[in-house]
């Protein structure tokens, strides 16, 4: 007979199962996950929560491992960031395996809970020091680099971010030719989230100077429109425009080679998949921005 603490763990394991049997069966394949079968755990949240703070290390992390795909849901995210206990705060990983669960369920919450900014970051600064260790493994360290990305997509956190650090964190991250793909993920979108207008910071300029336009911003966003894999992520179309949104603002001529791109996105017809909707029409609507920007610049 399977003890109290086996037979949870069992359970966390079949819930995980059917979670990734959601997104194999969906009708995109982008990585989403079929909303209604999310939806239908919802009201477990708490209790997977509180597997969170067992005594049992494999107990917890597979609690976490539920949570960090639950928390693709707007409601679920804000049970678990609002909650108590919040697992953020009861849990402190001690391996790489325990960190990726960690910062998956971190990147998720930072997401949909603005307000939780500060407590995420400062969750997750112990594995920060570690992006360019080479010792840790690099799924971590993409993860890593796409929880920031969710955290500097809010303007209201950009000044604390450019304050700890982390963009010439990632610059260096992005620059180094020895860093495979899936390290660097799109630690070349976070720093222009955090520096791109800034006009004391050279960062930007350096990017551009080493091809970010035709070597990154090119080839990401038309992997945005196409569903396509970018270093082994299926980018939304709203990180991958706001990118150029961002440079549209110092660097009109240096984007200009992506209007058609633009135009693309701007007219694309918002596609179905779980959390790709909105994130089409957000993408839209950058785009339209960014083609507006350029239009009334007399030199384009």
């Not at 395996?97 to 369920?105: G, K, M, N, S, T």
């Not at 949909?112 to 971590?140: F, G, N, R, W």
């Not at 982390?166 to 070349?188: C, H, K, M, Y």
Request: aromatic share 6%; net charge negative; with cysteine.
């Amino acid at each position: 007979t399977l003890g109290k603490v086996d037979a949870s763990r069992v359970l966390l394991g079949r819930i995980r199962g059917d979670l990734h049997c959601s997104r194999a069966r969906g009708k995109e394949n982008w990585g989403g996950r079929d909303p209604g079968v999310v939806a239908s755990y919802l009201p477990i949240v708490g209790k997977v929560q509180l597997g969170c703070i067992s005594p049992n290390r494999q107990l917890a992390v597979a609690a976490y491992s539920v949570l960090s795909i639950l928390a693709v849901h707007p409601a679920a995210a804000r049970a678990v960031a609002h909650g108590s206990p919040c697992p953020i705060r009861s849990f402190v990983p001690r391996t790489p395996h325990e960190w990726h669960y960690f910062v998956q369920l971190a990147a998720n919450l930072a997401v949909h809970c603005p307000e939780s900014h500060h407590m995420l970051l400062t969750a997750v600064e112990p594995v920060l020091s570690q992006v360019q260790d080479t010792v840790v493994d690099d799924p971590l360290m993409g993860s890593v680099v796409l929880f920031l990305a969710n955290l500097a997509r809010n303007p209201a956190f950009a000044p604390t971010m450019r304050a700890s650090g982390i963009g010439e964190l990632l610059l260096s991250l992005a620059q180094r030719q020895d860093t495979s793909e899936i390290r660097r993920s799109v630690a070349e979108s976070v720093f222009v989230y955090v520096h791109g207008a800034d006009e004391t910071h050279p960062g930007t300029r350096q990017l551009l100077d080493d091809g970010l336009i035709e070597n990154y911003c090119t080839p990401l966003l038309r992997c945005s429109l196409d569903l396509a894999q970018f270093r082994h992520i299926v980018p939304f179309l709203n990180y991958s425009v706001l990118v150029l949104a961002i440079l549209a603002g110092r660097y009109p001529g240096e984007i200009l080679p992506l209007a058609v791109d633009l135009v693309a996105a701007a007219t694309i017809e918002p596609r179905t998949a779980s959390g790709c909707r909105e994130a089409d029409e957000e993408g839209q609507c950058l785009a339209l921005a960014t083609l507006a920007r350029l239009a009334v610049d007399p030199a384009h």
